[in-house]
């Protein structure tokens, strides 16, 4: 959510190939007229990959393109990258929005499906490896596609933002939002929101994305107790509960908690970190088993 001024620490995403971002105009429906970029490297692999990268408030995916090192490890690994943008309520995505919080009512949700889909028919792309991660707003909206979307998504990672549902019925989603309940810690219990995510596609039976929950704590603007009612929610919908936390992983100053055997669900929190995007791609790739 905040105004991207992450992006002067922001690792430069460096590639040396001939591969560039590429803007997308006709995707298939796109029921709140958000952009779509991509980045398909020059060595595709055979039935590759693909991420969904989601900016934070105030920003662009051409800004977040710069905003992590992913597309370098596009081009090491072959990977496709999806950049969406919105235009809409300051650059915030629609985490409050009811067609969003809904599978195949509408909404930027909707929008951003519809990128997997066409980018899926293109290039041969794998069904079955299909990810999102999102800082902010990203990481808010992370979490409502792996809520909506369950079937399209085979995990998520997302970076200071909120459990699914959280800003339900609020006026918008933006820091300039009148309602900060949800950003400021709003507390449930872990069936209550579990409820949401499984009211939000009725009489789902499948599978459920693997989630990756990370968050600074001392971060301010979205608060840590955020992270804690996402792991809540997603601990209910994946049925595992946590079972230790490792001090010192990725590095010193932070902590992994470990839900179950750590394969459905994990949860990273940083000491001394605020509003930041956090984004350790090596970890992040690990977690959606793009890299070793």
Sequence with gaps: ???????????????????????????????????????????????????????????TGPQWFSGTKLPSYADSNGFILIYPSTPNQSNCWDVQNAASLTHGQGGDALGIVNMVNYTIDKYSADRARVYVMGF????????????????????????????????????????????????QGLQKTPQEWGNLVRNA?????????RMQITHGLADSLVRPQCAYEALKQWSNVLGVELSRNVT???????????????TKLQGFFGQGVGHAPSVNEQQLLKWFGLIN
Excluded at 148 to 153: E, G, I, L, R, T
Aim: glycine share 14%.
């Design 136 to 183: 902010s707003s990203g990481g808010m909206m992370t979490n409502v596609m792996a809520g909506s979307y369950p079937d399209v998504f085979e995990a998520g990672a997302a970076y200071s933002g909120v459990a699914f549902g959280c800003f339900q019925g609020a006026p918008a989603a933006t820091p300039m939002s009148a309602n900060q309940t949800c950003a």
């Design 248 to 262: 010192g992983v990725p590095s010193s100053q932070w902590t992994q908690q470990v839900y179950g055997d750590g």
């Design 201 to 209: 596609y009725p009489g789902y039976t499948g599978r459920r994305p």
């Design 1 to 59: 959510m905040l105004l991207q001024t992450f992006f002067g620490l922001a690792a430069t995403a460096a590639t040396c190939l001939g591969a560039s971002l590429q803007q997308v105009s006709n995707f298939g429906n796109n029921p709140t007229k958000i952009q779509m970029h991509i980045y398909v490297p020059d060595k595709l692999a055979s039935k590759p990959a693909i991420i969904v990268a989601l900016h934070g408030c105030g920003g």
